[in-house]
């Protein structure tokens, strides 16, 4: 159940980023203006799109279990760059995808949500309390796979 829960909290991110992914597909081929970061960018030599990502927009950085999943989703997401055409870079500045903390349900959705007119992933708090529970199931899971439990 604990690693269910891991997986949930990481599906979570890379489906954001897979709809992040699907729309700028969809401007590139000029179906819709959702994607304003395209305009202006170039291919790399080896014809990929790099996209900057800002892990702390919004007034509240995010903690440290939240930026290590989040960085660890576009970790993984950068894996597929070949198929993809985009690579992922972070940024400290204004990035072209940001991830935005925020106390509004309307924008999180309740747990974190992709916005296309904003190019923003917001989360709060009921994504934190979800990575936090994730955060302490595996430390929980560590701790009983590292202890002497022996009687003798």
């Known amino acids: 159940m604990k690693q269910l829960r891991n997986l949930s909290v990481v599906t979570i ?4 980023l897979t709809a992040y992914f699907y729309f700028q597909s969809v401007a590139a081929t000029g ?3 959702l994607v304003s970061w395209k305009n202006g960018k170039t291919p790399d030599a080896q014809g990929k799109i ?3 990502v800002n892990y702390s927009a919004g007034p509240t950085a995010p903690n440290a279990g939240v930026l290590s999943l989040m960085r660890g989703a576009v970790e993984e997401w950068n894996f597929y760059s070949c198929t993809t055409g985009v690579v992922f870079t972070e940024t400290t500045g204004t990035g072209d995808l940001e991830f935005f903390y925020t106390t509004d349900e309307n924008d999180t959705g309740g747990c974190a949500a992709y ?6 992933i917001f989360h709060g708090p009921a994504f934190q309390s979800r990575v936090d ?7 929980e899971l560590y701790l009983s796979m590292n202890s002497d439990t022996s009687l003798g």
């Open 115 to 120: 916005r296309p007119a904003s190019v923003r």
């Open 50 to 52: 790099h996209v900057t």
């Open 133 to 139: 529970q994730m955060t302490i199931c595996k430390l």
């Open 31 to 33: 179906c819709t203006g």
């Open 13 to 16: 991110i890379v489906l954001l």
